[in-house]
Structure formats: C-alpha cells, structure tokens
C-alpha cells in the first residue's frame, strides 16, 4: 500500500466514480445504466476500491463473486489510466485474494484480459489448462 492511495473493501461507493472505472477497462456499453451497480457492488463477495487519499476518488476497482464456502472468482480489476503502473491493480488484486482467503476460500480464479499472466504470476496465479468459456446474449434478444 501506498501513502497516496487506500484499499478498501465497501458496501457501496458512488455510481458515477463506478462508471468511470467501468469505461476505463472498456467495458460500459453507453446503452448499460447506472441504476445497478448499487446492487452489483452489494451482491460481489467483496468490492473493492483504491481510494486517492488526497481526493476520496476511486482510483481503481475490483471484485469477488464467491458461494462463500469452497472458491471465488476475481474480475474488474481496473485502475483508471492516469494511475496505472504504481501497483494499484496489483494492491487490488491482493486486497481480494486476501480477504477471500481469510473466509476460507480454497480455490481462487482469476478472469483477465489476454496477455496479463505476467500482472497476476507474482501473486501467485497460475494459467489453468484449456479455455474459459462465455455465454454472451445477444443485444435485443
């Protein structure tokens, strides 16, 4: 952690800082609303925030969907671009694994962007054999 920013896991945090992180890894569609990520962030395992000290913005995000009993998954792990490369995403990513494995957490998965084994080895994540694989529906269906 740094003296610039915190980690924090919350029960809420404002929509508007959610979106900007949102559009920051690309993935806000303009048509998605804002109306449901009170409930997204209430309904993860754990969210969590890389708060600016000096400001109370997020800097960054990410979460947890687990059962609570045997394993998790992380995803949404972003940082906003201005902030990347000081060990925020990682400090993130750590804040999750950590909490996940202190509720006794066995298995943690990780869902991240292509070519970021690197980011994620050091904590100790490892590539899983075969392919993920995604149900996306269809806009209008």
Known sequence: MSDD?????????PADQIVELYR?????????????LDMLIKGSFAFA???????????GMGRAISD??????LQDIVV?????????????????????LSKGLVWVGLVAEPGSAGFYGPLGF??????????????GV
């Not at 920051?24 to 449901?36: R, V």
């Not at 925030?49 to 800097?59: H, P, T």
């Not at 490369?85 to 804040?95: D, S, W």
């Open 24 to 36: 920051a890894g690309n993935w806000w569609l303009e048509h998605y609303s804002a109306d449901g």
């Open 126 to 139: 490892e590539r899983l054999p075969g392919e993920p694989m995604v149900f996306r529906r269809k806009s």
């Open 80 to 100: 906003l671009n201005g902030y990347r490369r000081r060990g925020i995403g990682r400090a993130i990513a750590q804040k999750l694994l950590e909490h996940c």
């Open 49 to 59: 925030v890389a708060v600016e000290v000096s400001s109370g913005r997020a800097v």
């Open 68 to 73: 609570g009993t045997s394993d998790a998954w």
């Open 5 to 13: 920013y915190d980690i924090r896991i919350v029960d809420s945090w």
